[in-house]
């Protein structure tokens, strides 16, 4: 088992490399509108006078003509989370969240120097391309200066499945492992699994409206998350999985199985709970849905990052906190108040259990998950016949990026006992 947990290779992504300078710009009052807010027009080039900015400090403007590739743009979501005006001094925070072979993902961030305010947050997904527009390599200094490097054995796929682009981390080859995210996270949060389950084909789409996929207005149930899975898993010819949900992921997992249980070899429960929302769990969602329209992702994050860690992971492992806190503040609102919605409306799931005998089954839990403490695992476990639990010692609600190690061992051992 050891060998199967050893390859863990450098991340790909890293939310605030060092090396990358922030870059300060001022709003000038042509760049509003007749109400004095900096126009949309305007945003886009803002970001993009950051990224050049950015690049003037380190490789050079011209670190894209002489290697002779042209990043051209694919792809642009952006996130208002609130106004800007004349004078204003806004800091773009940039990371490189994916680097492929040929194409690129930026994530920036806007806030407000004054008074910390989130302005706005964007991901441009380029590709370089030579003067004919055919795809080339993205030039090595690039990837060097914002401190990345190709994923080697992995690559982010973009695939249109269900009606909805997805974005999906596939690696390795073997019996295929799916792993979905919680709310309002992303892929990465399986990072260290992605990079360690070497032996399997792990794949790791970013739901719909979160992380990198598209973020439609409407058509968000766990019903919708489910057939998205099932037509990204018919997508790459992964006929039967081990499917290994986290949270609102669990939500998505249980409803799988209910609609899909024949391809699936196994389950992962991983700080989850069966039953559907009480009546005052609904009424918070919808407070978290007005919070999430009215204030943004950044409002949004900063009330759930307290109830995520451990008691001591603010001080014990303050990165990881960080990290997660860029992922939730990336997250589209679109695709929030969409969670929001689908789980605020989910199926209660406690009648399914009984029905999972003969699947087998792993329950996982932080032993000091404050949102679904171990005595609701526990109650998942009891449920599926056959079912056994593990407690993660030292974890809040994310195993995963909290205790990676401890995490991605239980998994290796499920995995391997499967016949
Ligand atoms: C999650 O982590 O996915 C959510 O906190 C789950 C929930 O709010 O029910």
Request: a neutral charge.
């Amino acid at each position: 088992m050891d060998g199967m947990i050893g390859e863990y290779t450098t991340p790909t992504r890293d939310p605030r490399p060092v090396t990358i300078p922030d870059i300060d710009l001022t709003v000038y009052p042509d760049e509003c509108d007749a109400f004095g807010h900096l126009n949309q027009a305007s945003f886009l080039s803002l970001f993009e006078r950051a990224r050049w900015e950015m690049l003037a400090r380190g490789p050079g403007m011209d670190v894209f003509t002489r290697a002779g590739a042209w990043p051209a743009v694919r792809k642009t979501v952006v996130d208002y989370h609130a106004a800007a005006f004349p004078g204003d001094v806004l800091r773009f925070t940039q990371a490189l969240v994916h680097h492929g072979r040929t194409s690129f993902t930026m994530r920036q961030t806007a806030r407000r120097v004054k008074d910390d305010t989130l302005i706005s947050t964007a991901e441009f997904v380029f590709v370089c391309i030579d003067r004919e527009g055919r795809p080339v390599a993205v030039p090595p200094d690039v990837g060097r200066f914002m401190n990345a490097r190709p994923s080697s054995s992995g690559e982010t796929l973009r695939l249109t499945v269900n009606g909805v682009n997805l974005a999906v981390e596939v690696r390795g080859e073997g019996p295929a492992v799916l792993f979905v995210h919680g709310y309002p996270l992303d892929r990465t949060l399986w990072q260290h699994q992605l990079g360690a389950l070497t032996g399997f084909r792990r794949i790791a789409p970013d739901l719909r409206g979160l992380g990198l996929s598209d973020a439609p207005d409407l058509g968000y149930s766990m019903a919708t998350y489910a057939d998205d899975l099932a037509a990204l898993l018919d997508a790459l010819h992964a006929d039967k999985v081990v499917l290994c949900g986290l949270s609102m992921g669990g939500y998505v997992a249980l409803e799988f199985a209910r609609r899909y249980r024949s391809r699936l070899r196994g389950l992962v429960l991983m700080d989850t709970v069966a039953e559907a929302d009480s009546a005052d769990g609904r009424k918070g969602r919808e407070a978290a849905m007005q919070v999430a329209r009215e204030k943004g992702a950044g409002t949004i994050a900063a009330q759930m990052l307290p109830k995520l860690f451990a008691a001591d992971a603010a001080t014990t492992m303050p990165q990881v906190v960080e990290r997660v806190r860029v992922m939730m503040e990336g997250a589209p609102v679109k695709g929030i108040v969409g969670a929001l919605s689908a789980m605020r409306d989910r199926t209660d799931s406690l009648p399914l259990l009984g029905d999972l005998a003969g699947l087998p089954t792993l329950v996982v839990v932080g032993e000091q998950d404050q949102l679904t403490p171990p005595a609701r695992a526990r109650t998942i476990a009891d449920g599926i016949p056959g079912a056994t639990l593990s407690i993660i010692p030292g974890s809040g609600h994310l195993p995963p990026v909290e205790q990676p190690l401890a995490t991605t061992r239980v998994l290796a051992e499920f995995l391997q006992s499967l016949p």
